[in-house]
């Protein structure tokens, strides 16, 4: 759809949002559908009409790439209408994200809040650290007290092999507790609440019946009530088998009482220690006066429930609230949203996109927002051409049924971009062996000889690992590629890990690993032959001026190292990280030197993206800053390499699915395809909306564990099912769906080629590297 | 008393309207130039001149020598750091019901309270009309009122007594004086810009009457534009009719309006670069290249974000700067340092002190810092005597540790009793003077480093100095050395310190007006909310609250919401343009590291103001452009960059050793002998076996902490310990003392978790040895503790001749098998055995295997198991694993033939051995890739490790995965 929103005219669907009368209603709008635009429109249409000013009109969007280009718009739009001091006004309105908007009503409240106004927002490498000590700090303590506690923690301390390759005992402890942290921050239950019910075993014991017996079937739940068996499986069978119904899934299987009971021990001791460390990490942030993410929605919310004062203020500040991407609003977001008390409420989204619920979004609040009040619906999809949208019309109502909307209906008397004849057109089946990018290669290389351009070309992939397969084999294949963001293991880069011994290496002269490292890196490059006779006493420092190298050009390297070095090292503890590598890179040859390398694009950008990252904390020293980025590694920070082309460069681009959102492009690939949708059962499993934890540390599955696994993993097929849908939808001229054959599991593929008849999908085009089985009558 | 002349000027920002004004100002000899910012005042001197007869002085300064004219007291004004200080006391005693009481500590409310109290006082509100306006309040905001003006008296009772003013008592205090007019003060130019003040205009108007001619000069937009809204709000407040000045372009004329008419040309050029760093790279060549480098100036919005970039650049780039920057207190090492050491001298442990040992002040060698490293340790070990004994060693050592001396000596004297905080204010000047200490002696140098440290002395000294002087007005009290090291963090943490700069080259500054008079502009950071900002109200009082005030005020001018703070935007962005007077260069980061950027949208007005796109130029910077192509490089650090990005790619360094004489000297003299984990490694990966037997390398990385806790059984002899409270004794000394060497390289938190891990460990280790000494009970007196290889039970000659060395921690007699007792990391698990692993527990078995005897071993792990390692079942003793116990036997063998199976494993241990010593003796190192390099820290050294290695794709690891 056209930016351009002066010109374009609306449709009869997006008239009857931009003008629909209700204070308080839904949108549901398809991929494509216009909706930002319709977003503008409307909120001219308050501007306009009902003459609210811009500082009236919450407008909350997931991005802040979104909200200012939201904001972009609107004021272009409002200048445009001649409305002069209205475009002034919105220029630093409240268009923004939840992020933003949850800080803005924190400083601004900050009296109420009982916050500093000048607080800070954690970056989320700085949260995770600070998360981690907490969990360190807890497993450190003695918990006498707390025998669930002390139980697991001698349960599991030591438990992993890997602490026999030098790892930390507490690695498996570690996880599983940042994992439940994390999990129950992020949903409706307070601490307290956490706390409560998992006291001890026994109280834990009565949600767990409750949990179940609202899973058993509802002819079966009279009966459990009645029964008193005190093993819980057994109890669930013997009220399905009493009642007459099959047993669920989760229930069937051999009762272990005892097995029950370690599971309920090992549930409460490890919410107890995730409560210990969530205390402290909100104490911790209290005293720092710094707050992360979570921390901002829960602190709005809390102010938004406790304070009349600021409630007051709020609704005498917005008339109306717009919230787009709102089917990715987490619980807290909802309800810090209700807590508003706005009467006007535009939430605009679209169930079908839902993809974040590791980030705790939860689509049901959208469902049943939807479901409840006034709904309109945006449906007609301006993206793709028809053939596309046919397609994916027919896989998602075939897996959806009449949840389903489809994007290509006639939804008015006549509509002349409706394709009555059904053709598929812009499709393409690629069929290839199983785990084969190398064939889906070819075929981006066939796309590429037919004068598609490279820059057109999107490939969206499930994860990082099918990104890096991918990149290997468009680099084999000589094609130009970019994966979007990098490949997200920035910090265990060799440059990264360079630079951090040569931060060491200045600020102390006799750590002798670091300074052996800096002089094999490309900073100097002496052979190892040198590092190898220079190693071998120690301290290397006292050995470089009179060091005579084996191998010719070592003596020149070494030169000019120490000339740099040498002033160096007399005042780098005097200087800030990013100062210090600002006179390594001034000084030394490093950064010619990357460039001499292959791939050295890549690491001269990771070079100057360090330098960045550097400024950022100019509180840290060198000797800091090195351990800074240790620690970032050991906790397996996800940060994106430096991009090192533009955007628009003509390369094909590598991205996820997730990073796809809301993007298109002309041509769109998927490859990886054959990825099971549903995830393995894992130690711990933690369900949000019933703040519900299990865990299976022992040799058996306890029915609890059972439950939330079936739970989740019946969650996570539906959420895989929306990210295949949002994949689908990216395309605007041509989508590229691989096909493998079936396997066992489900895949995107299975699903796919369930739907898929060349003989009944005109148009549709498919390209072949094998011969697939006959399709069963 | 004759009336003065009010004359009111509007003038296009910038330095040619100032020129114009100054000149005209000139044209009779006396007189004062001000203005409200004193960021103007630079510049007035810079066009006036040095020869100039005007006198070109601050408003405060102004206002002050007006009231001392009038013969009212005027005491010197207070400083930002007394005014905090005074009003950090101030809130102390807050009631618990008032609005401001839970964010009474924090000093983020501290500066927006000052900055509202201000803000009133300008606007002439003071804490008397502050309560009156209470009394007509609605009961929140009366509260407000109420504890504002109490905190603004006491705030201004605690000034008094410091002998300090505010600015705006000086100005009510004149407008309650009269004064004689006499020479220069007759005549004064007041450059008011457009941020309102109406206490300010008050005053201007007292002047006046009082006979001064006052002349005021206020900012305007070119044409019609609504901005500058505060100019025009003061003009109306002294009801003159205001005459114009000011030279216009086609930006200046059209900039906010819904016209672009042509008029006087200006260059505009829109610049857009990948990401930060690139923006200001070419930002500086751009000025560095420019016609007249010296008239050319960087503008900033966000400095704090943006300085260190800059000054990264110009120092590759080799192009001089001058940009003030400020940069948090502790950062600077002096700082840092002088904090440290009194934090020491106010711990119980002094190996606190290890944290000063390595800054480059002191110039300790490697082995000197070991040394004192192990004297703190050996001092610790004396608990109560720790002082004296460290003492008693400097003393013996003055020569080389000095410093050392001075500082137990001033903490001798400091620790002796509490002193009040101007006394301890005294002894921190003492110790920060003491010569014996190397960072103290700062006079006799120069350079930028020691500049830095005068400037953090200076901030140091006074940041404690007002918190002290305050102090001592309102509650003095005495502290001891800790309260004293516990408020010097405090403040000094909390404080910034401006970083000295060049006194040449390219200006870069986040106030237009400190440009002065330059031809070209390079404005940084046209993002979407950063230029404009977003609008947000004052967390002290809302805008609900502010126009209560007004309302109550009634004729007043109103006070400021945070609507006409927005709007002052768009005057920031007026005067920005006004600065550069032929060239406006825009640029903006098409990304920063986070995410893709939008341009800001005062880009899209400057391209509408200026008749459209076509009508200004635009270049983008492409990411791979990372220096200027070609000939275009004036810089060297570009040129030598450029020809490495366009010429030949070279192959990474080799990686095995390619001279005999390197060779030569990692290979052991023949007939060394080897530790059995030596010849583990060396098959495992030759590389690891270089790094950590012959060169000896150590990484201090949390994975080495935790395995040296794997050695304590060892060390605290658990073997001969007869009972479980004696094991546990030795073994938590063993920990403690492991803990100790550690204690300079870990924080607090880790060490905590060490203990914690560690004790954890003991328990299981003493509920082992107890299980182990039950269920595999050994023959009676068989145990030797600590026998080497080669001694009782056991040999040292292994097949080929190689000789073991090292010693197990035991050796016993269970049965028919000798067991070798050792702790250890070695997968005993037959299913997931490497060669390595195998080579390990050959060499232990054969090493105590006799004619008639198997051997056996017993490893004991800081994972949750024991086990015992056999080769084959021994008919002469039933062995049983136990789960509950945590010990397991594990057979060996794999062949259901015995013989067969034993022949197998020891033929497999041969080659195993053959191999890894003919790698060692060819001085073969390099490395093997494999599961090992997931944990193995020396990657960085053999540049080949699965995850992150150089010789080919770094992403070989996900690749397999894949």
């Keep these: 759809m056209s930016s351009d929103s002066k010109t374009q005219i609306p449709t009869a669907e997006q008239r009857q949002v931009i003008e629909a009368p209700e204070p308080n209603f839904t949108v549901i709008a398809s991929a494509g559908a216009g909706k930002t635009f319709v977003l503008v429109e409307r909120y001219l249409r308050h501007v306009e009409e009902e003459l609210l000013q811009p500082d009236q009109i919450l407008t909350i969007t997931f991005t802040k790439k979104a909200a200012a280009e939201m904001k972009k718009r609107i004021v272009q739009r409002l200048r445009q209408k001649g409305l002069m001091e209205q475009a002034q006004i919105a220029e630093t309105g409240p268009i923004q994200t939840i992020h933003s908007f949850c800080e803005r009503l924190l400083r601004e409240n900050s009296l109420e809040a009982g916050l500093d106004p000048q607080f800070e927002i954690m970056a989320e490498d700085r949260s995770a650290r600070l998360v981690t000590n907490c969990v360190r700090e807890v497993l450190a303590s003695p918990f006498d007290d707390e025998p669930e506690a002390e139980a697991l923690i001698r349960f599991l301390a030591g438990k992993r092999q890997g602490f026999g ?17 994390r999990e129950l921050r992020g949903s409706k239950f307070d601490y307290t609440a956490v706390v409560d019910r998992f006291s001890n075993p026994t109280v834990l014991r009565q949600t767990w019946e409750q949990v179940m017996r609202d899973c058993l079937p509802e002819r079966a739940r009279s009966v459990f009530d009645e029964l008193d068996v005190p093993d819980l499986r057994q109890r669930a069978q013997q009220a399905c088998k009493e009642a007459s119904v099959s047993v669920p899934g989760w229930a069937r299987g051999k009762g272990d009482a005892d097995g029950e009971y370690e599971g309920a021990l090992h549930a409460c001791g490890l919410v107890h220690l995730a409560c210990e460390a969530w205390w402290r990490l909100d104490r911790e942030m209290d005293r720092l006066q710094e707050l992360d993410f979570s921390s901002l929605e829960i602190r709005a919310n809390r102010l938004l429930l406790n304070s009349q004062v600021t409630r007051e203020r709020i609704r005498g500040q917005y008339l109306v609230i717009m919230v787009d991407e709102s089917q990715d609003v987490n619980p807290i977001q909802y309800s810090l949203l209700d807590n508003l008390g706005c009467e006007r409420v535009m939430m605009v989204g679209d169930a079908q996109q839902s993809i974040y619920a590791f980030r705790q979004a939860d689509v049901e609040l959208f469902r049943s927002r939807a479901v409840s009040g006034t709904t309109k619906r945006l449906l007609k999809n301006w993206r793709s051409v028809p053939g596309i949208l046919n397609f994916v019309d027919a896989v998602f109502s075939g897996l959806w049924g009449q949840e389903y909307a489809p994007m290509q209906t006639n939804t008015g008397p006549m509509d002349f971009d409706l394709d009555d004849d059904r053709s598929y057109e812009g499709v393409e089946i690629w069929r290839q062996p199983a785990k084969s990018p190398t064939s889906t290669a070819g075929y981006i290389r066939e796309l590429i000889d037919e004068g598609v351009e490279k820059g057109d070309i999107a490939i969206l992939v499930r994860d990082g690992a099918g990104a890096l397969a991918m990149k290997k084999v468009l680099d084999e294949a000589e094609i130009a590629n970019r994966i979007t963001g990098g490949s997200e293991r920035f910090y265990t880069r060799l440059e990264v890990r360079d630079l951090a011994n040569v931060l060491r290496a200045t600020a102390d002269p006799y750590d002798d690993f670091a300074l052996l490292a800096t002089l094999r890196s490309p900073m100097v490059g002496l052979s190892l032959d040198s590092i190898a006779l220079l190693g071998m006493e120690s301290f290397v420092i006292e050995r470089l001026g009179d060091f005579e190298p084996p191998v010719e050009g070592d003596g020149l390297k070494l030169r000019s190292f120490l000339e740099w070095y040498l002033p160096l090292n007399q005042i780098a503890d005097r200087l800030s990280a990013w100062e210090v590598l600002a006179e390594i890179y001034a000084c030394s040859d490093y950064l010619p030197a990357l460039a001499r390398r292959a791939k050295g694009d890549q690491m001269l950008a990771n070079a100057r993206k360090l330098l960045t990252l550097a400024t950022e904390e100019p509180e840290l020293g060198p000797l800091e800053y090195s351990d800074r980025i240790r620690e970032i590694q050991d906790l397996r920070h996800k940060e994106g390499d430096a991009p090192a082309d533009d955007n628009d460069a003509d390369l094909v681009k590598i991205l996820t699915i997730h990073k796809a959102k809301g993007l298109e492009w002309p041509v769109v690939v998927l490859p990886q395809t054959d990825k099971a949708l549903t995830s393995r059962a894992r130690d711990v499993v933690v369900e949000p909306n019933l703040g519900m934890v299990a865990t299976k540390f022992g040799k058996g599955q306890g029915i609890m564990h059972k439950l939330l696994t079936d739970m989740k993993k019946a969650r996570n097929e539906a959420e895989e099912r929306r990210v295949l849908y949002v994949a689908l939808t990216r395309a605007q001229r041509r989508l590229c769906i691989c096909i493998v054959p079936p396997s066992n599991a489900t895949t995107a593929s299975k699903l796919i080629d369930g739907f898929v008849d060349p003989a009944q999908m005109p148009g549709i085009r498919v390209r072949s590297t094998y011969a697939p089985q006959p399709r069963p009558v | 008393m004759s009336t003065g002349r009010i004359r009111v000027l509007r003038a296009i920002p910038g330095s040619t309207s100032l020129g114009s004004i100054l000149r005209d100002f000139s044209k009779k000899p006396e007189g004062v130039v001000t203005a409200f910012a004193d960021s103007m005042l630079p510049a007035c001197r810079q066009i006036l001149g040095e020869d100039s007869p005007l006198e070109v002085l601050s408003f405060a300064e102004v206002v002050r020598s007006f009231l001392v004219v009038c013969g009212e007291e005027a005491l010197p004004l207070a400083q930002s750091g007394h005014k905090e200080a005074a009003l950090a006391y101030s809130v102390r005693g807050l009631e618990s019901d008032s609005p401001f009481y839970r964010c009474r ?4 409310f501290h500066e927006a309270l000052m900055r509202t109290l201000e803000e009133l006082h300008l606007w002439g509100v003071d804490a008397a009309e502050m309560k009156e306006l209470a009394r007509g309040a609605e009961p929140r905001l009366m509260r407000k009122l109420n504890d504002l003006a109490e905190i603004d008296l006491a705030v201004a009772e605690v000034l008094e007594r410091l002998g300090r003013h505010q600015h705006s008592q000086h100005i009510r205090g004149c407008l309650d004086s009269v004064m004689e007019v006499e020479g220069d003060q007759s005549r004064i130019l007041v450059l008011a810009g457009a941020e309102e003040c109406p206490l300010r205009v008050d005053w201007l108007r007292w002047a006046s009457r009082q006979g001064i001619d006052v002349t005021i000069a206020f900012d305007r937009h070119a044409s019609d534009a609504n901005i500058f809204r505060g100019a025009t709000a003061m003009i109306d407040q002294l009801g003159v009719k205001p005459g114009t000045i000011g030279p216009v372009n086609q930006l200046l004329r059209n900039l906010f309006t819904d016209r672009s008419e042509p008029d006087e040309a200006v260059r505009v050029t829109k610049v857009s670069a990948a990401d930060p760093l690139a923006e200001v790279e070419w930002a500086l060549r751009g000025s560095a290249s420019a016609a007249r480098p010296d008239r050319t100036g960087i503008y900033v919005r966000d400095l704090e974000s943006y300085a260190p970039l800059i000054e990264a650049a110009a120092k590759r780039l080799a192009i001089p700067i001058r940009m003030t920057r400020r940069a948090p207190l502790l950062t600077n090492s002096f700082a840092r340092l002088t904090l440290s050491a009194i934090q020491f001298s106010a711990s119980n442990d002094v190996r606190s002190l290890a944290t000063v040992l390595r800054s480059s002040y002191l110039r300790l060698s490697g082995p000197n810092q070991n040394e004192l490293g192990t004297q703190l340790r050996t001092c610790y070990a004396q608990k109560q005597a720790q002082w004296e004994t460290l003492e008693n060693w400097a003393k013996e050592h003055t020569e080389s540790h000095e410093w050392l001396v001075a500082i137990l000596d001033w903490r001798r004297k400091a620790a002796n009793s509490g002193w009040s905080l101007p006394e301890w204010f005294g002894l921190l000047q003492e110790f920060n003077r003491d010569q014996r200490l190397p960072w103290a002696r700062l006079e006799n140098k120069g350079g930028l480093m020691d500049e830095r440290d005068r400037r953090a002395l200076n901030q140091m000294e006074r940041l404690l100095a007002n918190h002290i002087s305050v102090d001592n007005v309102t509650e003095p009290s005495k502290t001891s050395l800790e309260g004293f090291a516990r408020l010097c963090e405090r403040i000094w943490r909390s404080g910034d310190v401006s970083i000295p700069t060049a006194e040449e080259g390219i200006r870069v500054a986040s106030d237009p007006a400190l440009f002065g008079d330059i031809e070209r502009i390079h404005v940084l950071g046209m993002l979407e909310g950063v230029f404009p900002r977003r609008r947000s109200e004052d967390p002290i009082l809302t805008d609900a609250e502010r126009h209560a005030i007004s309302a109550l005020r009634s004729f007043a001018p109103k006070l400021a919401d945070s609507e006409s703070k927005a709007q002052k935007e768009r005057d920031e962005f007026y005067r920005v343009c006004a600065a550069g007077k032929s060239e406006i260069v825009f640029s903006y980061p098409l990304a920063d590291d986070q995410r893709d950027n939008i341009p800001a949208f005062y880009l899209t007005e400057a391209e509408r103001a200026m008749g459209g796109e076509s009508r200004i130029h635009t270049h983008d910077y492409p990411r791979q452009e990372l220096a200027p192509l070609g000939e275009e490089s004036l810089f060297d650090a570009d040129r030598r960059l450029r020809q490495a990005i366009e010429g030949p790619t070279e192959s990474p360094l080799p990686l095995e050793l390619v001279t005999e004489a390197a060779k030569n000297a990692v290979r052991p003299p023949d007939g060394s002998p080897f530790m059995p984990h030596m010849l583990r490694d060396a098959l495992q990966c030759p590389f690891l076996y270089l790094v950590r037997y ?41 920990l403690e003392s492991e803990l100790d060497l550690l204690y300079a390289d870990v924080p607090d938190w880790e060490m905590n978790l060490l203990r914690a891990g560690g004790q954890r460990l003991i328990r299981d280790w003493l509920r082992r040895e107890e299980r182990s000494r039950e269920k595999w009970t050994k023959d009676a007196g068989s145990l030797k503790q600590s026998v080497a290889f080669g001694g009782e039970y ?91 116990d945590g010990l397991q036997v594990v057979d060996l063998a794999t062949a259901d033939d015995l013989s067969e199976a034993k022949k197998q494993f020891y033929d497999q241990v041969k080659k195993s051995l053959r191999t890894a010593v003919q790698t060692i003796m060819e001085g073969r190192v390099e490395a093997t890739r494999g599961e090992h390099c997931a944990w193995c820290d020396y990657g960085e050294l053999c540049r080949r490790s699965q995850g992150f290695g150089e010789d080919d794709s770094p992403f070989a690891l996900e690749e397999e995965e894949a």
């Design chain 2, 105 to 108: 500590d924090f000093p983020g």
């Design chain 1, 165 to 181: 390759d030098n790892k930390s005992p507490y690695g498996i402890l570690e996880s599983a507790v940042e994992t439940v942290l």
């Design chain 2, 694 to 734: 012959r060169l000896n390398l150590r990484v201090k990385r949390q994975s080495e902490r935790w395995g040296s806790l794997r050695k304590l059984p060892q060390s605290a002899q658990l073997l001969s310990k007869q009972d479980l409270a004696d094991a546990e004794h030795a073994l938590q000394g063993a």
């Design chain 2, 794 to 884: 056991t040999k040292n000659v292994m097949p080929g001749g190689v000789k073991l060395e090292g010693t197990l921690a035991g050796i016993s007699r269970l049965g028919g098998y000798n067991v070798a007792h050792i702790y250890g990391s070695t997968n005993a698990d037959p299913k997931s055995m490497t060669d390595s692993d195998r080579l390990y527990l050959g060499l232990h078995l054969l090493a105590v295997h006799e004619p008639g005897r198997d051997g056996a071993i017993e490893m004991e792990t800081t994972g949750s198991k024991r086990s015992l390692v056999i080769l084959g079942r021994n008919a002469s003793r039933e062995l049983a694993s136990s789960a509950v």
